[in-house]
């Protein structure tokens, strides 16, 4: 991700949070040592790449935690959300990493689903967590040993 994907990012993420992060956040994490951002594009037959989602991460003592992951609303049920997943699974591994985790919000039924797909685990609950109405996040964790 750099900034020059900050324009189609900033709409994926209005799109598909009720408390999106704004283009300072996202310009802030750009130039963390220790954080990860990836975009996901397709090619349009010749009429440049589509931004179609992204995944922001921060890496640190042999563990990753996902800050961010979506996928435009146009796009979602194709499998592309996994295919980050994937990508970042496969990043982590070269990094040495050993640990992935997130936070979810308990209703996001079809993230939960994925993620445990893919072989994360429920690891506990942040109760009330997000501040527009209260909800619990679970917090969700891949060991990449197995891997």
């Known amino acids: 991700m750099t900034e020059v994907d900050l324009k189609g990012v900033l709409a994926i993420e209005r799109f598909s949070f009720p408390i ?3 283009e300072e956040m996202f310009k802030s994490e750009l130039y963390l040592d220790f ?3 990836f975009t996901g594009k397709l090619n349009s037959n010749g009429n440049g790449d589509i931004l179609v989602g992204y995944i922001c991460s921060w ?3 042999g563990e990753a935690h996902i800050l961010n992951i979506a996928v435009h609303p146009d796009y979602r049920r194709m499998g592309l959300g996994t295919y ?4 970042f699974c496969d990043f982590c591994l070269t990094m040495k990493v050993k640990t992935i985790t997130l936070d979810v919000r308990s209703s996001n039924h079809p993230a ?4 445990r797909k893919m072989g994360f685990r429920k690891l506990g609950l942040r109760p009330h967590y997000y501040a527009n109405n209260g909800e619990d996040a679970l917090i969700m964790g891949l060991k990449l040993n197995g891997r």
């Open 35 to 37: 954080a990860h951002n």
């Open 20 to 22: 999106p992060w704004n």
């Open 112 to 115: 939960i689903k994925m993620y």
């Open 84 to 87: 980050l997943m994937r990508f």
């Open 59 to 61: 890496l640190f003592h």
